[in-house]
Structure formats: structure tokens, C-alpha cells
């Protein structure tokens, strides 16, 4: 197995421990914000990294979509804590967390396929956290935003495995 592909399956798989511990426990308000931020602002950066690297047409476009998709995420949670005043971390904290998100993708003939890879993994994750979420919180806010990210991440789901499967 290539270096690459060891490094991306570590990365997914201690990422799921995380979530997989992460997940006997509901979070607080403020704690879903800044996981689900973190992880918005890794995806946004990663497919920042891979529009500029990628190959194929379809693997920049459906960046775009993540990036813009994902934006308007993490602007709806930054409101949702504003309005219910919660102690958010700072920023810095919040993109020190994303930076260790974002999995690790060489450049090279097999990124498109590697990013791919790493956008079905990540997308099931963050799908999971929000529906886990939106099952456990008594928040009105946070289960309509659910109910508003949830379909716009199926659909990065869809795309990201298309992609997975065309390369």
C-alpha cells in the first residue's frame, strides 16, 4: 500500500475513534458549534487545496459546491451561537482544530482520486455528527439547521462517491 493510502486510512481511521467515542455522549450546544465549525472550515480548506491542485473538471466544480455549501454552514452556526449566546471557542482555536482535519492528499496523478476518497469519508462523518445531533438536542435552531445542511451534504455524499467511482 502506498504511503498516501496508509496515511489517509490512519487519518480516517482515528478520526472515526474520535467521532465513535464522540458519539456515546450528546454535545452541548456550544461544543456541536465548534466540532461542526471545525470540520466545516477543514472541508472548506481542503477542497480550497484541491481546486487549486486537481486535474478534472468535475473533481474543481464540485469543489466549488463544498466550498460554497460549507460556507454558508458555518455562517448559519456562527448565528445560531450569536443568538443563543453560547461561549464559542475563539477562532484560532476553531481553525487549529481544522487544520488537523484536513486529510493529508499528495499531489500528483492519483490526488483527484485520493481527494475523492477523502471528501466520502469526511462527508459521512459530518453527516452522521449533525443527524446524531439533531436526534439528541432539544436546540429548535440546530434541528432546523440540520434539516437545512443534512440534504446539501447528501448530495456532496453523491457527488464525492461519483467521483470516487469515476477515477
Given at each position: 500500500?502506498?504511503?498516501?493510502?496508509?496515511?489517509?486510512?490512519?487519518?480516517?481511521?482515528?478520526?472515526?475513534l474520535?467521532?465513535?467515542?464522540?458519539?456515546?455522549?450528546?454535545?452541548?450546544?456550544?461544543?456541536?458549534?465548534?466540532?461542526?465549525?471545525?470540520?466545516?472550515?477543514?472541508?472548506?480548506?481542503?477542497?480550497?487545496?484541491?481546486?487549486s491542485?486537481?486535474?478534472?473538471?468535475?473533481?474543481?466544480?464540485?469543489?466549488?459546491?463544498?466550498?460554497?455549501?460549507?460556507?454558508?454552514?458555518?455562517?448559519?452556526?456562527?448565528?445560531?451561537?450569536?443568538k443563543?449566546?453560547?461561549?464559542?471557542?475563539?477562532?484560532?482555536?476553531?481553525?487549529?482544530?481544522?487544520?488537523?482535519?484536513?486529510?493529508?492528499?499528495?499531489?500528483?496523478?492519483?490526488?483527484?482520486?485520493?481527494?475523492?476518497?477523502?471528501?466520502?469519508?469526511?462527508?459521512?462523518?459530518?453527516?452522521?455528527?449533525?443527524?446524531?445531533?439533531?436526534?439528541?438536542?432539544?436546540?429548535?435552531?440546530?434541528?432546523?439547521?440540520?434539516?437545512?445542511?443534512?440534504?446539501?451534504?447528501?448530495?456532496?455524499?453523491?457527488?464525492?462517491?461519483?467521483?470516487?467511482a469515476?477515477?
Open positions: 500500500m502506498s504511503r498516501m493510502a496508509t496515511r489517509v486510512r490512519n487519518i480516517s481511521f482515528v478520526t472515526l474520535g467521532l465513535s467515542a464522540g458519539s456515546a455522549f450528546a454535545q452541548s450546544p456550544a461544543d456541536f458549534i465548534n466540532e461542526a465549525s471545525a470540520k466545516g472550515m477543514a472541508d472548506i480548506e481542503a477542497s480550497r487545496q484541491a481546486h491542485k486537481a486535474e478534472s473538471k468535475e473533481v474543481k466544480d464540485y469543489t466549488i459546491v463544498v466550498i460554497n455549501d460549507r460556507t454558508t454552514a458555518n455562517q448559519h452556526l456562527a448565528k445560531i451561537a450569536k443563543l449566546d453560547l461561549p464559542i471557542a475563539p477562532r484560532e482555536e476553531i481553525a487549529d482544530k481544522a487544520k488537523a482535519l484536513i486529510p493529508e492528499v499528495k499531489d500528483g496523478a492519483s490526488f483527484d482520486q485520493a481527494y475523492a476518497a477523502s471528501q466520502v469519508k469526511a462527508t459521512e462523518e459530518a453527516i452522521e455528527q449533525i443527524q446524531q445531533e439533531a436526534q439528541t438536542t432539544d436546540v429548535p435552531e440546530i434541528k432546523a439547521f440540520a434539516d437545512e445542511t443534512l440534504p446539501k451534504l447528501q448530495s456532496h455524499l453523491e457527488m464525492a462517491r461519483a467521483l470516487q469515476s477515477r
